[in-house]
């Protein structure tokens, strides 16, 4: 089981965000990940929290990442690292889910 989690907002988001994902830290232990925008989309930080826990792994992402707009996971999946960022002729994606298809 898995907890995506999204903010949209005309500032920062990424306190927000951080929270936000978090909260789902119950649905998974596994895998965290953290994209967002502003200019363009960061490179996604991706951590494995098997051993400790999503603020601890976390902490230094929020303050070096700035953006209005933001994705998060959390992921009890093994290898799952998310938010995939892809390049397509529409643009730019990030791109989170918590594969219950």
């Not at 898995?2 to 789902?24: A, I, R, T």
């Not at 925008?37 to 494995?48: G, Q, R, V, W």
């Amino acid at each position: 089981m898995g907890g995506p989690s999204g903010v949209v907002s005309k500032e920062d988001c990424m306190n927000d965000l951080f929270y936000g994902v978090d909260y789902h830290s119950h649905l998974g232990t596994t895998f965290g990940g953290l994209a967002v925008l502003l200019d363009k989309i960061s490179k996604p930080a991706c951590h494995d929290m098997s051993n400790s826990q999503f603020k601890t792994e976390f902490r230094d992402v929020l303050e070096k990442l700035r953006g209005s707009i933001g994705i998060g996971v959390i992921s009890s999946v093994e290898n799952d690292k998310q938010p995939l960022v892809f390049k397509s002729k529409l643009g730019i994606f990030a791109l989170c889910t918590n594969s219950s298809i």
